[in-house]
């Protein structure tokens, strides 16, 4: 099952007021109508069944009624976990999210990115932008996950 956020949870991620949990915050980013909640919770670290069912009670996530987004042949398919490259993307997109929630609300638009990219393609695209934003300590850890090719 996949779940997506609704108008009211993209709400909430501008507003770092709203009484969400740090695993409650991450599994809320990670949730973007393609991934699992299997995927969620294993990429969240710590977040926990109860954390995304407090998120649909609170009507920030609602369950995926429409299909994962179609995957070109040229790129891997990393909704399948025997994929090659799966492991290289869970570990850098788990960071990469990390490091985008420590924004908070000085870059929205990179973290929205960061949640919304699927391929080691699209997040090493976004590291010139995270290495600027988070500066080359934080950010050693990241280009290690996107260098493991």
Not at 1 to 17: I, N, P, V, Y
Not at 118 to 127: K, Q, S
Not at 131 to 147: D, I, T
Request: glycine residues 8%.
């Amino acid at each position: 099952m996949t779940m997506a956020k609704t108008d009211e949870g993209l709400r909430s991620l501008k507003d770092r007021r709203s009484g969400l949990s740090p695993r409650q915050r991450a599994a809320l980013i990670l949730i973007d109508g393609q991934r699992s909640v299997e995927e969620v919770l294993t990429v969240a670290g710590g977040t926990t069944r109860a954390d995304i069912d407090r998120l649909v009670e609170l009507g920030l996530v609602a369950e995926q009624l429409l299909p994962r987004r179609p995957v070109s042949a040229s790129e891997p398919d990393f909704t399948d976990s025997s994929c090659a490259g799966w492991d290289q993307y869970v570990r850098a997109y788990g960071i990469a999210t990390e490091l985008a929630a420590q924004l908070g609300r000085k870059d929205i638009q990179l973290a929205l990115a960061v949640e919304a990219a699927g391929t080691l393609a699209e997040l090493d695209a976004l590291a010139p932008q995270l290495l600027e934003a988070v500066g080359p300590v934080k950010f050693a850890r990241l280009e290690s996950a996107l260098r493991m090719r």
